[in-house]
Structures are given as structure tokens and as C-alpha cells.
């Protein structure tokens, strides 16, 4: 599962591995569950802590706004 993926990567420190596998996720979850699902949503808040974690924080906390 590429959520789960993308957070054990994020864990290990390998944040590029770690969006990639967030942003599959997410693309994967709005097309076959919708947008608005819980897991785009779960998808949406783990990818932008990536990004905060990255100093991205604008985008990071834009998607985890939208995650709420």
C-alpha cells in the first residue's frame, strides 16, 4: 500500500521516496474512492507533514487544511 509505504519511508528519513509514494496514493484514492474519502484525506494530511518536515510548510499545511 503506497500510504503506509510513503509513511515508513517518511519515518526512515527518506522524504523523497517517502512524497512519491504519498502523491501515488493520493491520486490513487481521489480516482477509485473520491476526493472527499477518508483515506484521500488520511493520504492528504500524511503528505503534507512529509512536506512540513521538508520545510515545505505552505504547501504541507495546505494540504493538511484540506485534510480537515
Request: negative net charge; aromatic residues 4%; glycine residues 8%.
Amino acid at each position: 500500500c503506497f500510504d503506509v509505504s510513503g509513511d515508513a519511508s517518511a519515518f526512515q528519513g527518506r522524504y523523497d521516496v517517502a512524497e512519491a509514494h504519498l502523491r501515488d496514493a493520493l491520486a490513487r484514492h481521489e480516482r477509485t474512492r473520491g476526493p472527499e474519502s477518508a483515506e484521500a484525506a488520511h493520504d492528504r494530511h500524511l503528505l503534507g507533514a512529509v512536506l512540513v518536515d521538508q520545510s515545505r510548510v505552505d504547501e504541507g499545511r495546505r494540504l493538511i487544511e484540506d485534510a480537515l
